[in-house]
């Protein structure tokens, strides 16, 4: 047609007649990112002969790498990482969130599931208002309805009882020191607090993050904490039930209960969290035994899912930059529909629903991953439902995609090739935007989850048939945090420990890494400067700038709907290179890699 342009995505093509002045369509709103872009910084790549930690923050990195050359062990050093960035990076982490663990022994492997619980008092209808329908997205991530019962720290202290090696009190040490002498704040954390309206309302919060005229504190700042050095003090003397317990539940409890938008926790919930110690669910993909957490993770299963699909698909080649093409993506995103498709209807809380096939290995077995494939054509599934492995039919209405957020990741080798991928997270950026000072009146303190947003907030279908990631008493919320450990399926010797930030993409992000260094063989640092690509159940994501304009045309003509923009994964590598190890950090974020 003469005069007018085309643009195709979604199955619609959309026809713009150009009169006297011409005509544009207005761009598509980016989809929300767990946390904001903060720039590109180049990253070298790391290497290392004995030992070597990639973390999300440079002075986490040093503190692993402290502990690793005082001769502790890839948890010891994990653990003396996640304290340090419960300071430097609390916007992402911290002690009021959770995290999920795979510990590599050098025998045997351990998956720790530290995820927050929902309080006992919490129903169902938690999110929802009185006409049946939840408040906004605002409402609902903010404040302290929200907020679930922590169990980072526990996790952490009970996977050191059973496979530590230096003495707990010695691995707080470095973030103490960081606590009471202070920290430069960073680009990152400026630029985050820039763009984040909710915390000031916070009176703790304000009083820590903000100068008196309500500016963030400048890049280069030395920030305090001694709310949060004096509650170290006291975990490494007395262990977990120094949160857990006391006055700090005390007042933790108090702040959840008394906000404008108040929660359920209380003491009691607390008090009794427990972690627990899981088995890792592992899959062989190609030459490589790849394992990962069981539900309530989603992440090892969609992410197998979507290698598995591709498995038998006529995948295209990759370019050596790392750049797929419109064809490999088509590809790519109908197997990560699929996945995300069997996520939103079968995945919670394994303490609350059951697998369907009689097992969550049952979603990743090669017959129904073929029969899953065998859906996958040359243009766009105009709709994908979730399937039924063998085994018995599960009757559930699938999960509505809701925002998940803000996360970091540690991978961690030791000079024995013990290995540890951990993952933890407050949810959203700040989490729910409150400060515990935990009862000293002190400056600072540590920011509060709203991890129970990962819920389904509407529990139910029109039909009535339940969501499996509905709230209920006690019960984990589905997560798509994904720490992975990588190991040879002949030999059984370790390859890479891997995982990433990223919300739902952090499902995409950790495959890609998968991807470019095993089937793409890329070296890991280049591999995460190559760009970003994602999709969970929306339009195929591109990072903005870094595709050829004719691969968003192709993948439109494919019957896909494509935005490009910012993609803030924040992966984290630590791989195998011959006799060494190599350690890459995502450009993305401040990252570094640290080792001997």
Known sequence: MPGARTWHGGGQVVLCLVLLAGCALPAPPPQPQPEAASGWTPKPGWQAQRYIVAAAHPLAADAGRQILRAGGSALDAAIAVQMVLALVEPQSSGLGGGAFMLVWDGQALAAWDGRETAPAAADERLFLGPDGRP?????????????????????????????????????????????????????????????????????????????????????????RNPALAALLRDIARQGSDALHRGPVAADLVRRVRSHALPGRLSEADLAGYRPVRREALCAVWRLWRVCGMPPPSSGQLALMQILGIAEHLAMPPVAADGVPGADWLHRHAEASRLAFADRAAHVADPDFVAAPGGGWASLLAPAYLKQRAALVGDRAM????????????????????????????????????????????????????????????????????????????????????????????????????????????????????????????????????????????????????????????????????????????????KGHAVQEQALTSGTQVVMRSGSTWAGAADPRREGVASGD
Request: overall charge neutral; charged content about 15%.
């Open 135 to 223: 408040p906004s997205v605002a409402d609902v991530t903010y404040g302290g309805r929200a907020v679930g019962t922590p169990g980072a720290l526990k996790m952490l202290e009970a996977a050191h009882r059973e496979s530590g090696v230096l003495p707990w009190p010695r691995l707080f040490e470095p973030a103490i020191a960081l606590a009471e002498d202070g920290f430069p704040v960073g680009a990152r954390l400026h630029s985050m607090l820039l763009a984040e309206p909710r915390l000031k309302a916070d009176p703790q919060a304000r009083a820590y993050f903000f100068d008196a005229s309500g500016e963030p504190w400048p890049v280069g700042h030395r920030l």
């Open 382 to 557: 105009p709709r994908v439902t979730a399937g039924q492995p063998p085994g018995g039919t599960v009757s559930r209405a699938p999960m509505a995609e809701q925002p998940e957020q803000g996360t970091s990741h540690v991978s961690v080798v030791d000079a024995l090739g013990r290995a540890v991928s951990l993952t933890s997270s407050i949810e959203a950026a700040f989490g729910a935007r409150m400060m515990a000072d935990g009862g000293t009146g002190l400056p600072g303190g540590f920011l509060l989850n709203n991890q129970l947003s990962d819920f389904a907030w509407v529990p139910a279908d029109a039909q009535g048939r339940p969501v499996a990631n509905r709230v209920q008493p006690g019960k984990r919320p589905r997560s798509s945090m994904s720490p992975t450990l990588v190991f040879d399926a002949a030999s059984g010797r370790l390859v890479m420990a891997v995982g990433s930030a990223g919300g739902s993409h952090i499902i995409q992000y950790t495959a890609r890494a998968l991807l470019g260094t095993l089937a793409w063989g890329m070296a890991p640092q280049a591999l995460l400067a190559a760009p970003n690509f994602s999709l969970t159940s929306g339009p195929v994501l591109l990072e903005a700038g870094r595709f050829p304009p004719a691969t968003a045309a192709a993948l439109g003509a």
